[in-house]
């Protein structure tokens, strides 16, 4: 397994820089900085809309910023080429596309891709890699069927299947966990509990914040293209943030077992 | 890789995985191939006696055989399964790149704009040859079809609207350019431009013959880059891919190959339209399946010429007639299935 060894020089991480983001005359975010913690787990959280997925698509090369840069390594991603950073970053967008008669094993294949030249398209290696990417996310028992028989949330760790396989220390979620029961969301954010564990560092969009704060050791707010408060999960949810970015009127109660922050939303029916 | 359906074929340091099914597949379609070329070269008045064959492929034949082999039938064969394999190879690639089984190029007008091409260049300026002309107008083509739809190859109902408006202006370019010029070579054009293997000859075989020995292996090593498109442009990239980039070189090499074909054999419809479909259909594999097309596209234009040439009231018909009659009925089809799968 490649895992992270650059902790210590923040200037080596991946980071974005002075960016402008958004979409032919539309400007989702502008003038942002972002240093994603290298060895953490993060958790972005924001409304609909307010420009997550955007970061994340800039972080993995997707999204060309319309000014500023993002860097890896001391770098500026554009000027690497693209398989060079999908060895380093790995990223599953919102809304990836199932080929038709793709099996699940072909798929998963594909997270290798990076490591495979014209002329080398297969290492002795990836077998391995392969099988024990889908262990990991519980899909080897229909390694052989195709893609689109599978049901929503067995595609959904099919694809995370193929990220594991590239191996990066950068692995970029976007909703990892809709589509998914609670049982698989909560298996999930294990593995990425246990991909940081291995010393990866992993930023994942979650929707639901109480899910956020339990199991991400850190958390970034987005509102309207920026980002507006970041820190550990204790630190960062209040009743104010709450209110104000998610326009939720919510009492913040703590976690039982781990003490992370929870919120309860406040019953319009009792007068506080 | 794994148990299930692929192997890796190993030369030295390079290394593919294959799907199995598609090897067995390649394997029938290569049978089938042999045979449709024996029966090709041996039917019929002319045909070559069957016990000659051998010697006469190794050059030892005299007279007529030598006359059926090297002027008639040999170079027209020749042609029909090269043109055949590059029109398959054109469909793949382009069916891949617009995410689409209707965007093929004949679908879209590339066909249609080579021919214009080879119209407009053999008439009017002789002295270029006329394949030249075939790349330059299957390029236009594309282009317009590119520009009038507005967001490029991704919408297929909008990428068949502007190839059909695309086509129709090819035609009328020929129609002018034929109708205004002299009559005799202009009457020559006529069956080239349905799709016609009457009247090649060796240079043809050797024009696309070397027009296949350089797509056919760039299209090889690039189908894996290509396949990763239908994910959608963000995975792709995730995993490595530049998507513009893979799809203007997919798209660059299938108009060279629909233009190399249609400089041959004229703008023969619906091969390179129904070949990836049926190789696809039959493995049941979502890779892009180059050499399956190609040969796929070989049989059905192979066969195809066969039947214009030996099977009574279609009998010396241009080939180019046939493949549209056939080709049209499985246009139907996929159109009536697209629309109800609601991609239309
Ligand atoms: N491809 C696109 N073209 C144009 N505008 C886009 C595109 N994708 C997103 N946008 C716009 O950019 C803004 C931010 O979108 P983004 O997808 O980053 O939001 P998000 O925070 O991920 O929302 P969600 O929680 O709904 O996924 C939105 O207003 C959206 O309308
Ligand atoms: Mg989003």
């Not at chain 1, 390694?143 to 049901?151: G, I, M, Q, Y």
């Not at chain 2, 300026?125 to 040859?129: N, R, S, W």
């Given at each position: 397994m490649t895992t992270a060894t650059r902790f210590e020089n923040p200037a080596d991480g991946l980071r974005i820089q002075d960016a402008r983001l958004g979409y032919d005359g539309r400007i989702?975010?502008?003038g942002l900085n972002f240093s994603v913690r290298e060895g953490e787990f993060t958790a972005i959280i924001g409304p609909n809309g307010c420009g997550k997925s955007t970061l994340l698509k800039a972080l993995a090369r997707t999204l060309k910023p319309l000014a500023g840069k993002v860097i890896v390594d001391g770098v500026d991603v554009r000027t690497l080429r693209p398989k060079a950073v999908a060895r380093r970053i790995a990223a599953l967008p919102q809304h990836p596309v199932a080929p038709e008669s793709l099996r699940v094993r072909d798929l998963v294949a594909r997270g290798r891709h990076p490591y495979h030249s014209l002329l080398r398209q297969w290492h002795p290696g990836d077998a391995e890699i392969v099988d024990a990417a889908m262990a990991a996310t519980g899909v080897a028992d229909y390694?052989?069927?195709?893609?689109?028989?599978?049901?929503g949330g067995q595609r959904q760790r099919v694809w995370i299947a193929m990220v594991l396989a590239q191996q990066t220390d950068y692995v970029l979620l976007d909703e990892p966990t809709s589509f998914l029961d609670l049982a698989h969301q909560v298996e999930l954010l294990h593995l990425c509990q246990d991909m940081r564990a291995d010393g990866r560092t992993v930023v994942a969009v979650l929707h639901d914040i109480n899910q956020a704060a339990r199991y991400a050791s850190h958390l970034v707010v987005m509102h309207d293209g920026e980002i507006v408060r970041e820190g550990a999960p204790g630190d960062v949810l209040d009743a104010e943030v709450v209110a104000d970015v998610f326009g939720i009127d919510g009492i913040i109660e703590r976690d039982s077992q781990s003490g992370a922050p929870m919120i309860t939303v406040r019953d319009r029916r009792v007068p506080s | 890789m794994g148990r299930a359906v692929s192997t890796v074929i190993r030369v030295g340091r390079l290394a593919f995985p294959v799907h199995r099914p598609a090897v067995l597949f390649c394997l029938v379609t290569t049978a089938a191939l042999v045979l449709v070329s024996a029966l090709t070269l041996t039917l019929g008045e002319l045909g070559i006696p069957l016990a000659e064959i051998p010697s006469a492929l190794s050059g030892g034949a005299e007279g007529t055989s030598a006359f059926v082999l090297e002027r008639l039938r040999g170079p027209r064969l020749a042609t029909a399964i090269i043109a055949g394999a590059l029109l398959g190879i054109s469909g793949a690639l382009f069916q891949t790149v617009t995410g689409n089984p209707l965007g093929s190029p004949d679908v879209i007008g590339l066909g249609a704009g080579a021919g214009a091409g080879v119209a407009v260049i053999s008439l009017v300026?002789?002295?270029?040859?006329s394949s030249i002309g075939a790349v330059l107008g299957a390029g236009l083509a594309t282009v317009l079809v590119y520009v009038c739809t507005g967001r490029g190859f991704r919408s297929p109902a909008r990428t068949i609207i502007a190839g059909i408006a695309v086509a129709a202006l090819s035609y009328a370019i020929t129609q002018y350019v034929v109708s205004t010029h002299l009559r005799d070579a202009a009457s020559q054009l006529a069956a080239y431009l349905v799709g016609s293997l009457n009247a090649v000859n060796a240079q043809d075989v050797v024009v696309t013959g070397i027009a296949l020995g350089v797509i056919l292996p760039a299209a090889i090593a690039f189908s894996r880059d290509v396949s990763m498109l239908e994910m959608g442009d963000d995975t792709a990239s995730g995993v490595g891919i530049d998507p513009n980039r893979t799809r203007t070189i997919a798209v660059i090499l299938s108009v060279f190959a629909a233009g190399a074909s249609v400089a041959a054999?004229?703008?023969?419809?619906?091969v390179a339209l129904t070949a990836p479909q049926i190789a696809r259909r039959v493995i049941g594999t979502s890779h892009v399946s180059i050499v399956p097309a190609a040969l796929t596209g070989a049989l059905v234009l192979a066969v195809a010429d066969l039947a214009a040439q030996q099977v009574p009231f279609v009998e010396g018909l241009p080939v180019g007639v046939l493949t549209l009659g056939v080709g049209g009925i499985y246009l139907g089809y996929l159109l009536v299935r697209e629309h109800s799968k609601g991609r239309l």
């Open positions: 989702v975010s502008d390694a052989d069927r195709l893609l689109t028989e599978l049901s | 300026f002789p002295l270029i040859p054999a004229g703008p023969v419809s619906f």
